[in-house]
């Protein structure tokens, strides 16, 4: 019985379970709309926005990005004041973001008191074609690589 060479298929198994992992760690982009009541003081939104933009310090968190603002654009944001944008790493990041108590704190102590409103959310996979190049990778590849 003659010794075939595996290695062809050995690179070809490790090559499938790299695309697997890939995929199962693709990053996550959540959205979320707030609509502050009218009266809210400009020194309360500051409060709000530096509790957010805090959480990125977080390395746990596996925050790739976050922005926080208003918008400028009042006549198409059917009465939401703000959004939150954050990118995260994987689904996991987001899971563990939305539990922790400094963002739970953040949540409780400066966004619902001031809320006239519920706020709405999104959550999606950012593949590689949504995200723009980074020194010749797709965004999706330098965020894999620079968040690992």
């Not at 746990?60 to 654009?73: C, E, N, R």
């Not at 939401?80 to 954050?86: R, S």
Request: charged share 25%.
């Amino acid at each position: 019985r003659s010794r075939q060479n595996t290695a062809p298929h050995t690179a070809l198994l490790l090559l499938l379970a790299l695309v697997i992992s890939a995929a199962a760690a693709m990053p996550v982009k959540h959205m979320v709309w707030f609509k502050f009541k009218e009266e809210t003081a400009p020194e309360k939104l500051e409060a709000v926005k530096a509790g957010l933009m805090a959480l990125k310090g977080k390395a746990a968190l596996g925050i790739v990005d976050i922005s926080f603002g208003p918008t400028f654009k009042h006549d198409r944001s059917g009465g939401h004041t703000h959004a939150l944008c954050v990118d995260l790493k994987d689904k996991e990041a987001l899971e563990v973001y939305a539990a922790d108590p400094d963002h739970v704190a953040v949540i409780t102590d400066h966004i619902k008191p001031n809320l006239g409103a519920p706020p709405m959310a999104m959550d999606y996979d950012i593949d590689s074609y949504a995200l723009p190049h980074c020194e010749g990778r797709t965004g999706r590849e330098e965020v894999l690589r620079t968040h690992r």
